[in-house]
Structure formats: C-alpha cells, structure tokens
C-alpha cells in the first residue's frame, strides 16, 4: 500500500465474505457457514486497523484470516475502496525581508536612477518571474539577495551608495 514514494497512503477497503466449511469426509460436503463485512483500513501514517461487521478489531488478524479464508473455501467480494488524497506536506513559509529592509532597498534602487514603478519588474526580472512582484518586503532572504545581485549588475554603483548609506548612519549614531 504504498504511493511511490516511501509514505504509505490512506486507503479503506470493504469486502462481503461467503464462508464455507466442510462437513463429513466428502469435498461435496460444503456447508455455508454465514457472511461477513470486512473492512481494513490503512492510515497516511502506516497504521493498519480493521472491522468484521462494523465491530472494530482489536488486531488485523481475524480480519485478514476470514479474507483468506473466504478466497480459499468461499466467496470474497471488494464491496468499497476508497483512497484518501494524500496529505499534503507541511511546508513552512520562508521568513521574509520585511517593510525596513524593503525601504532600504527601495531607496537604493531609486539612488541608482531606477524609477519607482520599475522596482517591482526589476525585483521580477531577477526572480525569473513574468509579471512584477506584488510588494518587495514579501521578498524571502534569498529572492533578496538574487534581487540584490542582479540589481548590482546592472547598476554597479548601487554597492557604492550601500557604503556611503551605512557611513551616513555610522555618523549619526
């Protein structure tokens, strides 16, 4: 019960079961002994439960025994699978650069001669993106340096203005 991948995946299974048991010496004595629901049941975390007639089991055991048994001496039908989507990975959000460092930026980048409605596509240009980004202090630490890299290649002197920036405020404090 695996997805391709090393997780297991959340799937139910439901079946009927005809059981069948032999009585006296002969094979054509076959007597019908009852049916079962059986369901078994696999969770997103590998744990595996099962049900005889909507009773929970305390083991997998007797379930997977009746299924074997009906497949060997009986009739077994798959009544029911369902297949729950995989839950989706946990995925935390990058920190971002925030409104202080993206006034900065913004600053350097008009120091530079860049007009302000270009910060934007300039910011989407450098990330690869085809429309501009919606607000540059939602820049991760990394889109910010790949922003930062590219805005310097285009416009060497933005480390200069960077330097003579933190000088300024090295004077004032």
């Known amino acids: 019960m695996q997805n391709g991948s090393s997780n297991p995946r959340n799937i139910t299974r439901t079946w009927k079961v005809d059981l069948y048991g032999g009585w ?78 993206a006034a900065k930026l913004h600053k350097i980048m008009g120091l530079v001669g860049l007009p302000s409605a270009q910060h934007y596509a300039l910011a989407a240009a450098a990330l ?16 910010a340096r790949t922003v930062w890299a590219h805005l310097c290649n285009l416009y060497p002197s933005a480390r200069a203005i960077v330097e003579s920036l933190n000088a300024r405020s090295a004077h004032a404090a």
């Open 24 to 101: 006296g010496d002969g094979p054509s004595a076959t007597v019908y002994l009852g049916s079962h629901t059986v369901t078994l049941n696999a969770d997103a975390d590998g744990k595996l439960s099962a049900e005889i007639d909507g009773e929970p089991q305390a083991s997998i055991d007797r379930a997977v025994s009746y299924l074997n048994w009906a497949k060997a001496d009986g009739r077994l039908e798959l009544l029911e699978e369902v297949r729950a989507p995989d839950p989706e990975p946990l995925t935390l959000a990058a920190p971002v650069i925030g409104k202080a460092r």
């Open 128 to 143: 690869g993106e085809w429309v501009p980004v919606p607000s540059l202090a939602d820049l991760t630490e990394r889109e």
